[in-house]
């Protein structure tokens, strides 16, 4: 069994989705034959930084690990995984979460985007590996053409990330009285947030029986309460902090649909946000307030899993809240679908290129930047 040292800001033991995911993923990179230690690099990084270099090298020796892997955002966690490799003389891979420079949150002329932009270079230029998985906002093309000449074999699209089968086959749905409708996660100002939604629920609820519950997990900002009752749905709307993500399980299987705000920002076209696998895990209706020619439309729509609306139009909103809660809508996917969605397609793929990584020797030196 092989060791892959991961350096992460979240250990399994947090609460949320993200250590979850974690988890899952030490689980089948074991079923791959890798065994996953985390370095941990707490907040506040300024702080932490060099103390994190030292705990995490020590972490390193004591599991006698094969390579390092450093995932991101934030970007700082790479520069601890590159020195960490360096000390342990280990192959470097380099994952990311999310975009490092063209991230549709950061705004590309800020002097901390110089920063992405050199670190995101140290990563291709230096890693044996960089990886990251088909959904984020990234092209299959972006790296290789941004830097052409790098080894093609150094960047490794993953599948989808998928959801984790036995997180929702083995739970018990949430029991409802009313027709319930769930939203779970963040929201970003003036990005991705429920006012469209709350609109077109307005609509629907003048018009129809109002015998339905919107539900929202996540940092819920007193601007939507007003939003709410400006829209006469303030009676129906209920709001709940953050969860751990064993909870959310069970809400998302009992819910009557999941509800997924996507917005219009052409830099979040190619986007499939996590929170879109969890929805399709728990096998829950899909109501996607999202521009219909993003690739998350195309997945939700082209396969049955939802409807999709354009999140400017209210009467749109209001229809699709009638179809799904009438009956007109007919949920029903090919099953074959929920098995090419599952993560062990992913993370088959991620130790296969672990293994690539840990048949590279780092011990005499570097390699040479092939872009100078």
């Not at 972006?142 to 083995?170: A, C, H, I, Q, W």
Request: a negative charge; proline letters at 7%.
């Amino acid at each position: 069994m092989r060791t892959a040292l991961l350096i992460s800001n979240v250990t399994t033991d947090d609460p949320g989705g993200r250590a979850a995911d974690l988890s899952t993923r030490e689980e089948l990179l074991r079923e791959n034959g890798w065994e996953q230690v985390i370095g941990h690099v707490p907040e506040p990084y300024v702080k932490t930084f060099l103390p994190s270099i030292l705990r995490c090298y020590r972490r390193g020796r004591r599991s006698d690990a094969d390579i390092v892997v450093s995932v991101s955002n934030p970007f700082h966690l790479q520069l601890v995984g590159f020195v960490v490799s360096r000390l342990l003389r280990v192959p470097w891979v380099v994952e990311f979460r999310d975009p490092m420079v063209t991230n549709p949150d950061r705004d590309p002329d800020a002097p901390l985007t110089k920063v992405a932009e050199a670190v995101e270079r140290l990563c291709v230029t230096r890693a044996e590996r960089v990886l990251w998985t088909d959904g984020i906002q990234v092209g299959v093309s972006y790296y290789r053409e941004r830097y052409p000449n790098v080894d093609s074999e150094t960047f490794v699209e993953l599948p989808f990330k998928g959801y984790e089968r036995g997180t929702f086959n083995d739970v018990e749905p949430e029991e409802y009285d009313d027709f319930t409708v769930t939203y779970a996660g963040s929201f970003y100002d003036g990005w991705i947030e429920p006012y469209a939604f709350l609109e077109g629920l307005g609509e629907y609820v003048e018009r129809d029986d109002p015998g339905l519950t919107a539900q929202f997990y996540g940092d819920w900002e007193e601007e939507y309460s007003t939003a709410a009752r400006e829209s006469g749905v303030e009676s129906v709307v209920e709001t709940h902090d953050f969860v751990p993500y064993e909870e959310i399980v069970p809400v998302l299987k009992g819910s009557d649909v999941a509800l997924y705000i996507g917005g219009t920002d052409p830099e979040n076209s190619e986007s499939v946000p996590s929170k879109v696998w969890d929805y399709i895990g728990a096998r829950t209706p899909i109501l996607a307030l999202v521009d219909p020619d993003f690739r998350v439309a195309k997945i939700i729509d082209r396969n049955g899993l939802g409807i999709v609306v354009d999140p400017r139009n209210s009467d749109e909103i209001s229809s699709a809240l009638h179809d799904l809660r009438s009956g007109t809508f007919m949920y029903d996917p090919d099953p074959e679908l929920f098995e090419r969605f599952a993560r062990t397609t992913k993370i088959e793929a991620m130790a296969h290129a672990f293994d690539n990584a840990a048949r590279k020797n780092l011990t005499s030196s570097d390699r040479e930047d092939p872009s100078r």
